[in-house]
């Protein structure tokens, strides 16, 4: 271990629950501070020292041929008559802009027109520059709005690009870097949420207004149409051109969980929509769909959370609340998501984890439901639309199947209706002989039943190398996808991958993500320590044997089991992390996560929130098993000082604790698929290390710090 001054061994301890602000080393917070920078490379150097190498670099290579590779299914969403796409390859490792058709996307081989290429746009301009994403207007694709981040930041820069001159738009819209969001209302007018301009940002550092932005026009001169106050989360605006004239739906994000609704024009807001500010709603043309997220009483009615309800826009803004019940939940039976489709609505439903789909249909006699025919039952399947709006949609749907052991297949329902047709076949990556996938429950601290799925060898040997990973919060489900990482460095090589359903996810709707939020967020990682004792009582593994991994929201996971449940793990891998539960709200987007974990400046959430605050939790004297600690540098989302500090802290206490930190990468693993590959097999690397598992072969000059 590095050895400490006499200055840093006297603070090593704080902050502590006791003097939760007494903070040494806040310093850590200067994200392009000289002293912090410093810090983080001689951090990366012994990472990379203790976990480099020529097994890092053979693996690093490995994985990212597997990203690279030709084969590998594009994503694609319809606009107008052309299929687009984002593609990263070992050739175009920022991506290249393309289109295509659907007729020429069906060929083994299609033929793609490229539109912008992001590595020559990047070195021309000498910018860290990666594409984010693309909007344009619903009927009129020849334009759109590119975002450009610089080393995959959440802010970014907009500038206007036509796609028929394979070029940006001279004196077309363009806006400076920052959090932003657009929406076309006609070719010559957007609709600009962004918190860049003065007074224009909220305490969480999203768009506090809605502008009117006409073409010939700066934004700094467009019109505040709406706004909101600067504590809530983030002001918006979406415009549903289904109708004519288009329709605008304003919405104050008042948090993560709560917002207000109105129906606007060009001038700003003329109806707001009287609901409750926890119903969620998904409006298209003359329908309004609504999903309360606690039990909800009108009308001489009572609907349950998670009931789906629909009803006539006109009827309900003149006062009808006669809705028609199109789904409702049950103890192990919730709602995924739903979306518009050709005026049909598609629901998403997971029963005990098994998912499947109804498309519901609106007649003159009422709504019919029917099943979506001929998916699997099991793994993962996600049914998504074609088109990438609403209004254009003809009902073509599309499937993606994978289970861990069964990479994707991206599959094409037609009108809404009939048998799905295989339109790719992702490409098999590691071998899955002798590998099998069960699902299992533990019982949790308080009684409740927590799945979780388990791939590897059949059998126990009671000392099998685990990877473990959960998530738990923001209502967020976890499914068992094919994971070419895992696949090819952990089970290919004999070792066994469970993935656990945790409260605070959304894999039995509000309830289940309720159970663990706020005070029961500690829950939510008892959960994932009740999984852990579970594989060692079925005779799978030993404690050392487990190795753990989780990011952002699962980073407060991973800590917790650091400094809750160290006996029960034999090293942990923390990504991307929130750890400070004291000053969370005070960086970056944190204050937009109050309504997930509580406010630390009330203290009655203090009470709950040092509980699961690890940064604080951590002191001497305990048998912490050894913790790499990873985050990026622009990552403008979740804080860097939060794995900074923990890092620091621990390592002054004398823990065996690692840091990384690469420049680029977001709220990610980093900026192309070789920077995303080194970061995740260093990980493995350091984890098969510290649980005695180097699959075969020594990992030459691993050692402590």
Known sequence: MVKASATTKSRAGKPTLSAPDDDPYLWLEQIEGARALKFVERQNGKTLQAFGGVAFERDRDALTSIYDRPDNIPSISRRGGHLYNLWKDANNPRGLLRRTTLEEFRTPKPS???????DQLAVSEGEDWLLKATVSLAGNHSRTIVSLSRGGADAATLREFDYDAKTFVRDGFILPEAKSAVEWLDPDTLLLSSSYGQGMATTSGYARTVRLWRRGTQADQAPVIFDIVPDHVEAGCNVDQAVVPPRMWFVDHVDTFNVAIWLGDVSGVTTKIDLPSNIRIHPHSDWLAIIPRESWSVAGQTYAADTVLVISLAAFL????????????????????????????????????RPFFEICSPSNEGWSRAQLRGLPDIGVVHVWPLDSDPSESNGDLLVDSQDPLTPASLMLIENNVGSPTVLKQAPMTFTPDGLVVTQHEAISIDGERIPYVQTGPAGESGDAPVH??????????????YNSALGKLWLERGGTTVQANLRGGGEFGTRWHDAGRLAGKKLSHDDFAAVAADLVRRGVTAPKRIAAQGGSNGGILITNMLTRYPERFGALFCTIPLIDMRR?????????????????DKLEHWEWLKTYSAYHAAT???????ILIATTR???????????????????????????????????YGRDNRERAGFEVLGFRFLKSKIGWLDGEALGGARRL
């Open 112 to 118: 793609w027109d490229v539109l912008l290429d992001v």
């Open 584 to 600: 969370y709200t005070k960086l970056l987007a944190g204050a937009s996560w109050i309504a997930e974990y509580g406010d630390p």
């Open 468 to 481: 473990m990973s959960g998530y738990g919060g923001f209502g967020i489900s976890m499914r068992p996808f």
């Open 318 to 353: 003149e006062g009808n609340r006669r809705f028609e019940v199109l789904f409702e939940p049950g103890p192990r039976r919730a709602l995924q998501g739903l979306f518009w489709s050709a005026g049909k609505l598609v629901l998403s439903i997971l029963n005990e984890l």
């Open 620 to 626: 001497h004297g305990r048998k912490y098993p050894p």
């Open 634 to 668: 622009r990552d403008d989302r979740v804080h860097p000082g939060h794995a900074r500090k923990m890092a620091a802290k621990l390592q002054a206490m004398g823990y065996e604790a690692y840091f990384y930190e690469p420049a680029a990468g977001g709220h990610g």
